[in-house]
């Protein structure tokens, strides 16, 4: 039981940090960034590489594959929003346009890094276990779900109480007002987008070294699930993504224990669904619904 | 009216770019065309890329030995992507832009479900050469003939070998249920158990794009099992084994079919030690084709597996075949061909086929040791 | 390779080829019916596994004639599509998209834990009994249907309810009973290609049914361009037969075939949107306008 909860813990603190980046996007844009889950992918190869073939530790692999993402960010937005902008439909087409984006993303991946799966290698990360109770936790595992609090922690700080919060959180009230009071919407936009694949890149070479798994195709389930855990936490709130994203984990290591692993992605579609029909705002969105 | 113009215009355009593929060059003697079709892209990429090493090797020693006279197998490879549409399209184009007389693969038994039966209906033979699913492949019609055992021919006997050593009382389940192969394995490993009177304590699934498997492990692992029963795909096989013994099951974990590749150990690290796995192809076996294809292969820069061994294997059996035909290569030649192999010299053993067309020689257990598969004595 | 014989050999090859343009045609429409009122539903895949399994299922366990057959695995999804719909339609945009994304996944994850239907095994052996007379035989029905509702009152109601809902609603329009009726024509067509599928490709398993796919169907309405109601059968015979065209190119330039395929559709996909909104229907009269706009310059005094 004790080890269940860890496992959704962990579990948990993946969603939530991949899911903090793509609700900060749509809290600013009210756009959903589907080539999110190919930055999440790339950072992974990316910290792949650096320790493959730069032969440099950990730590500094993945400060590198996080800058790396948001400047991956930067391009995604560049590419597949900034010119959409005034468009009336820009939310439709934009979300096509991430798709299409990350389409793109994961066939070079293929392409460079063929379709097997890859590891990070033994021993980049120290394998030691720890016992709380009758759980065993890894260091690996306690050292992510610390840095996912930490970085959770981090942006809420940013968004609170910098002044690039002060202005991002101008821009997602109404980027009309907000230039008018003089904030440079471009740059807060470009800054979001930054900060959010920023969180995603981290979040996909942590998964990457959790699971031992990193392969093109990585981002898909993450992508599908981090969709139920934005709409629970409700879309735009950032407390709302880290619990959603906790309980997500939480609630599908014990769907798996009590009533098997069939379900397991059931559960996550069957909340989003009922969220959706329910209560779109989910548990801790403020923002009436805008209009497509 | 645009629409129909745009269509032709794309069906034209495609029509010239048929045509003009490049025909092979001339050759002095009469070849036979030996299709292909591996998973050389998607999840079954890893078998793939040993199946087709593995048949390159087998093609260039069967021609440069001239046991067939003046008739020279020419291979046309082909890449099914683990995706059944595309095999299928595979198929087709085999069998009528390069009019191969034979198909080896495809790698697994998901497509394979797909795309023989357009073999079957155009009268090609196909012989399957990783397909494990039992009772099933081979029923599709007589064209169809397997090399590879079933899962139904290798875990049980490798199950009571293993029991013979290690002698467990309870078991638990692990496999995957997206897949044909890795479904049937579980069947038989199922059934196997009941059969030798093994208490399963639990079973757990998962499906092929899962790469968390704490939640089952953990859900197993509290039951205390004797030995783990796992039937996955190599990609994951090597992440159950890692979080396996991470979350600090220590009891023997022994694996289907799938992991029966050098990936698995790649991927598992330390961690596939001791993992059991049984296997259709003796690697210690020192029959001397058996050593010279192991040689043969490093040469080439691969160490070989069972799928090597097998697509191997199913290239001798596709030049016996056309041997017994007296030297015929035409696809109804092939087929009958198939029906008089007997006790051919493969690096698999002695092989032969079953009256049902499937494959027919002796198996074995293997342990991981050192970072190698070694043959558990 | 000439005469007669080789196209002969080239029609075998490729028919599965001209058969999945087919069927991709059929499915880009019933994305398209949802768009065409401004919804972005992509619930498609789910409806799709829908028809699929309901035709196979009758198909392998009752002597249904073929036509019964068909007309079940249309039926079925409409009849889900209502109750769906109902609570789903209130929502807008990309809450819309997430919820029908949801639905579809939900279908996918049922049937693969049905035991009854062999779960993600699928069914197989199904006989052959759809060709390419049946295949565009319906693709051609769907385009009538969505030719005679395009010149009617219904046609000029949903564009007023694509352009702006709300004014639409102001003006008398029960845009709800509309986009209810898009959302289960749609699921129909999706239905329909999934019996038609299901029924040429020898097999049905869930993992064809997946998000994937309704992307895929997405593409081929908006590379072909939502405003003509032909489009997306022009974007899914596009980007069918391009790979196809692509293969030969790309096998010289030692590319894989799996990523070209895949890059190639995204990249299409992103060029249209970001250049060419209304996609590929729309390029004849953009060139028309380009080259009278460039006349009009040269005779400019």
């Known amino acids: 039981m004790g080890q269940q909860i860890v496992n959704g813990v962990f579990l948990g603190s993946i969603y939530a940090l991949f899911a903090l980046g793509y609700t900060l996007v749509f809290g600013v844009l009210d756009i959903l960034n589907l080539a999110h889950q190919a930055v999440f992918m790339l ?14 530790p950990m730590f500094f692999a993945f400060p590198a594959a996080v800058l790396a993402g948001g400047l991956l960010g930067l391009g995604v937005e560049r590419v597949a929003f900034r010119p959409l902008r005034g468009r009336a439909d820009s939310n439709v087409s934009g979300l096509i346009s991430s798709i299409a984006l990350a389409t793109v993303l994961e066939a070079l991946a293929l392409q460079i890094f063929g379709p097997d799966v890859e590891r990070f290698p033994f021993g980049i990360v120290p394998d030691r276990t720890l016992h709380l109770g009758d759980a065993v936790v890894s260091e690996l595992q306690v050292v992510i779900i610390a840095i996912a609090l930490a970085m959770l922690l981090a942006l809420t700080w940013v968004v609170r109480w910098t002044a690039l919060g002060r202005r991002i959180r101008a821009v997602a009230e109404s980027p009309a007002a907000a230039r008018v009071l003089g904030v440079d919407v471009d740059r807060v936009i470009a800054a979001s987008f930054f900060v959010s694949s920023a969180l995603g890149g981290a979040a996909g ?76 705002r989910g548990l801790l969105g403020s923002r009436a619904l805008r209009e497509a | 009216m645009r629409l129909s113009f745009r269509v032709a215009a794309a069906v034209a355009a495609t029509a010239l770019a048929g045509c003009t593929r490049s025909s092979p060059p001339p050759q002095a003697a009469a070849t036979v065309k030996v299709g292909a079709v591996f998973s050389l892209t998607g999840n079954a990429a890893a078998y793939g890329a040993q199946q087709k090493a593995a048949v390159q090797l087998a093609v260039d020693e069967v021609n440069k030995g001239g046991t067939l006279k003046n008739l020279a197998l020419e291979l046309v490879l082909e890449d099914d992507g683990t995706n059944p549409q595309q095999g299928i399209a595979v198929f087709d184009r085999l069998i009528n832009t390069n009019k191969v007389s034979v198909i080896l693969g495809p790698t697994l038994s998901t497509l394979a479900e797909a795309a023989d039966p357009r073999a079957q209906a155009q009268k090609t033979p196909v012989i399957a ?11 599709i019609g007589d064209y169809i003939w397997r090399v590879s055992l079933t899962e139904a021919q290798v875990i049980p006997s490798a199950l009571s070998t293993a029991r013979e050593k290690l002698g467990f009382k309870t078991a638990a389940l692990l496999y995957g249920d997206d897949d044909a192969f890795t479904k049937a394995g579980f069947d038989v490993m199922k059934s196997a158990l009941e059969k030798a009177g093994v208490k399963i304590l639990g079973i757990q699934t998962f499906s092929t ?30 992440s159950i084994a890692v979080q396996a013994r991470q979350l600090g099951y220590a009891g023997p974990i022994m694996g289907g079919n799938g992991f029966n590749s050098t990936k698995f150990i790649q991927l598992a690290g330390p961690a596939a030690e001791g993992v059991l796995v049984g296997t259709a192809w003796n690697r210690a076996s020192n029959d001397p084709v058996n050593q010279s294809f192991i040689a043969a292969m490093k040469a080439r820069g691969t160490d070989p597996d069972q799928f090597a061994a097998q697509a191997y294997s199913g290239i001798l059996v596709v030049a016996e075949a056309i041997r017994q035909a007296g030297f015929k290569g035409g696809r109804d030649d092939i087929r009958d061909g198939f029906s008089k192999v007997k006790d051919l010299p493969t690096p698999l053993g002695r092989f032969s086929f079953l009256p049902n067309r499937d494959g027919d020689h002796p198996a074995a257990v293997q342990i991981v040791k050192g970072g190698r598969f070694e043959i558990l004595q | 390779m000439s005469g007669v014989g080789g196209l002969g050999d080239f029609w075998l090859t490729y028919q599965s080829t001209v058969a999945f343009v087919g069927l991709n045609g059929l499915l880009a429409l019933s994305v398209y019916t949802t768009l065409s009122c401004g919804q972005l539903s992509l619930a498609q895949a789910g409806f799709m596994a829908l028809g699929a399994y309901t035709s196979a299922l009758l198909t392998l366990h009752t002597s249904a004639p073929f036509p019964a057959v068909l007309l079940a695995g249309t039926l079925a999804p409409a009849l889900v599509a209502v109750p769906l719909g109902l609570p789903v339609l209130r929502l807008h945009g990309v809450f819309l998209a997430i919820a029908t994304i949801g639905f579809g996944e939900v279908v996918r ?27 565009y035989g319906a693709l051609a029905a769907a385009l009538f249907v ?25 003006m008398g329009i029960d845009a709800s009973a509309y986009k209810l009726s898009m959302l289960v024509l749609g699921a129909a067509f999706a239905g329909l290609a999934g019996a038609l599928d299901a029924h040429f490709s020898f097999m049905v398993a869930p993992a064809s049914y997946s998000f994937g796919r309704v992307v895929d169907m997405l593409v081929y309405a908006v590379v072909g361009g939502s405003a003509a109601f032909y489009g997306p059968v022009v974007g899914a015979a596009f980007l069918t037969l391009l790979p196809e065209v ?5 096998g010289r330039l030692g590319l894989e075939p799996g990523p070209l395929r895949l890059f190639v559709n995204g990249l299409v996909l992103l060029l249209v949107v970001l250049f060419l909104p209304n996609g590929l229907v729309s390029l004849p009269r953009r060139v028309r306008r380009y080259v009278a706009g460039r006349r009009a310059e040269a005779h400019a005094p």
Request: charged share 15%; with cysteine; hydrophobic share 55%.
């Open chain 2, 129 to 139: 050469v990783s397909n494990t699913k039992p009772n099933a492949i081979t029923t």
């Open chain 1, 205 to 280: 070479v942590l998964f990457g070294l959790a699971f031992n798994n990193v392969s093109p195709d990585m981002g898909r389930t993450v992508e599908l699930k981090g969709l139920a855990v934005i709409i629970l936490g409700g879309m735009g709130s950032m407390p709302g993504a880290a619990i959603a994203g906790f309980a997500l984990g939480l609630v599908e290591v014990f769907t798996v224990a009590k009533l098997g692993s069939s379900y397991r992605d059931a559960v996550a579609f069957g909340i989003l669904f009922l969220v959706l029909v329910l209560r779109p």
């Open chain 3, 146 to 170: 969505l030719w005679r509702i395009r010149g009617s009152r219904a046609g000029y109601a949903l564009e007023a309810i694509r352009e702006d809902e709300p004014a639409a609603r102001t």
């Open chain 2, 209 to 238: 794009k899962d790469r968390d498997f704490d939640a089952q492990l953990t859900a197993l692992k509290g039951l205390k099992p004797d030995v783990l029963l796992v039937s996955a795909l190599v990609e994951q096989a090597g």
């Open chain 1, 43 to 56: 950072c992974a190869y990316f910290a792949l590489l650096i320790v493959l073939h730069l032969h440099l």
């Open chain 3, 109 to 135: 994850i049922f049937f693969v834990n049905l035991e009854a239907t062999n779960g993600a095994l699928g069914l197989v052996a199904i006989p052959q009994r759809a060709g390419l007379a049946g295949i």
């Open chain 3, 246 to 250: 692509l293969r030969e190119i790309g």
